[in-house]
């Protein structure tokens, strides 16, 4: 039997800002929200479903350097032109780290700077 990712965890500054833009963009929902603050999102399926969910962790001073991991998305129902405006639209912004043009994939930041990469490839829906 092998392992299966249940939960992400993100530190932040502000989890209902950071939960608002994730939910939209992967057509998530709040499930819990603690009392220290921390925001638990994922499927409509909840904590242990087709997804893992993502914890958006209050943090008032996140650690500057850069993450050791990131988000990939895939696009479900457009393509990756259509999911990028969608993205920006929605409060991401492009982000630079070294890339050379050429890639087939996007890299971008949400509102507190996190990165993660919009993919050409589609997937189907879950």
Known sequence: MACRIGELVLDCRDP???ARFWCEVLDFVVLDREDDGSVEIGTREGFG???P??????????EPAKPRLHIDLNATDRDQD???ERLLALGARPADVGQTGDEQWHVLADPEGNEFCLLRARLDPI
Do not use: K, N, V
């Not at 962790?57 to 996140?62: G, I, K, L, M, Q």
């Open 49 to 51: 479903g087709p997804q």
């Open 82 to 84: 259509a999911e990028l």
């Open 16 to 18: 209902e800002l950071l």
């Open 53 to 62: 969910t993502i914890i958006l962790s209050r943090c008032d001073e996140p």
